[in-house]
């Protein structure tokens, strides 16, 4: 799947690619200087396909207060932890029922309960979905009563660090966004000042290309630092396990 996407945002940037320096060089009317928005504008396939995945990490994150309030009131109900699981499948959040209608297709071919953990971990990918499973997995192992009182102690726990780490999701969106502005700024101002043609002569010099190579290397180190300094530390995943090593 990765590899797929890989070859997608591939060939999407060698179109962006053509696209922008299509575009710049019909504006600009030099192609030295369509090069560098060529170039800038290929990496956008990258960059909103790992805001997507990003985003779509970040919902799913967010959906587990309420599917652990749906899991307390299920096993409160008499129900058993399958059927539980089972349910979310057809009366979930919209977003996780694929996950766990996948886990369905386990518990009634195999009841292999470590596997559907696994598959639950490796489909959120992240470190609230690891503590619920270990939670669920010792209270199946041990029969533990207190089952729904530990959930929602973990449901309140989850609750406060979902509402920090989208606060500071927040204003660390701030200062990226305004990063990525300033870094655009010279350029968009290049892109202005190209239409006189005085600029592109002085840029057609050696001097002028110099400065060109030197601005670009200088503007790609700058985002690359800008994006180092503004993400966000993961929480480790401590609990990732191989499922068939357990």
Same mark, same amino acid.
């Given at each position: ?10 060939? &999407?940037?060698?179109?962006? $690619?053509?696209?922008?320096?299509? #575009?710049?060089?019909?504006? !600009? ?36 207060? =309420? ?12 129900? @058993?932890?399958?059927? %539980?699981? !089972?349910?979310?499948? +057809?009366?979930?959040? =919209? ?8 886990? =369905?297709?386990?518990?009634?071919? +195999? ?10 971990? =490796? @489909? ?25 009182? %530990? ?5 309140? +726990?989850?609750? *406060? ?19 990525? !502005? ?11 000042? @190209?239409? &006189? ?5 002085? $840029? @057609? /010099?050696? /001097?002028?290309?110099? #400065?060109?190579?030197? *601005?670009?290397?200088?503007? !790609? ?13 993961? #929480?480790?995943?401590?609990? #990732? ?6």
């Amino acid at each position: 799947m990765s590899m797929k996407l890989r070859e997608k945002d591939l060939l &999407q940037a060698t179109f962006f $690619f053509c696209i922008g320096f299509f #575009v710049a060089r019909t504006i !600009i009317g030099s192609s030295l200087l369509a090069l560098p928005f060529a170039g800038a504008t290929s990496y956008l396939p990258f960059y909103f396909t790992a805001r997507k995945i990003e985003k779509e990490k970040a919902a799913l994150a967010l959906l587990w207060p =309420e599917l652990i309030d749906h899991l307390i009131s299920g096993l409160r109900s008499g129900l @058993s932890l399958a059927q %539980t699981l !089972i349910h979310f499948g +057809h009366r979930g959040p =919209e977003e996780s029922r694929h996950i766990f209608l996948e886990c =369905e297709k386990i518990l009634r071919n +195999h009841g292999d309960f470590l596997q559907v953990f696994h598959t639950i971990k =490796e @489909s959120f990918r992240d470190p609230l979905a690891d503590q619920v499973c270990e939670v669920l997995d010792f209270a199946r192992a041990s029969g533990s009563r207190d089952i729904t009182t %530990t959930l929602r102690t973990l449901g309140d +726990h989850i609750r *406060g660090d979902i509402a920090i780490r989208s606060e500071i999701r927040a204003k660390h969106g701030w200062i990226k966004n305004s990063a990525i !502005i300033a870094t655009l700024a010279p350029w968009i101002l290049l892109l202005i000042l @190209s239409a &006189q043609p005085s600029t592109v002569r002085a $840029f @057609s /010099t050696g /001097t002028g290309i110099f #400065v060109l190579v030197l *601005g670009t290397i200088m503007s !790609i180190t700058a985002f690359l630092w800008m994006g180092r300094v503004g993400k966000i530390e993961e #929480v480790p995943r401590i609990f #990732v396990r191989d499922a068939r090593k357990r």
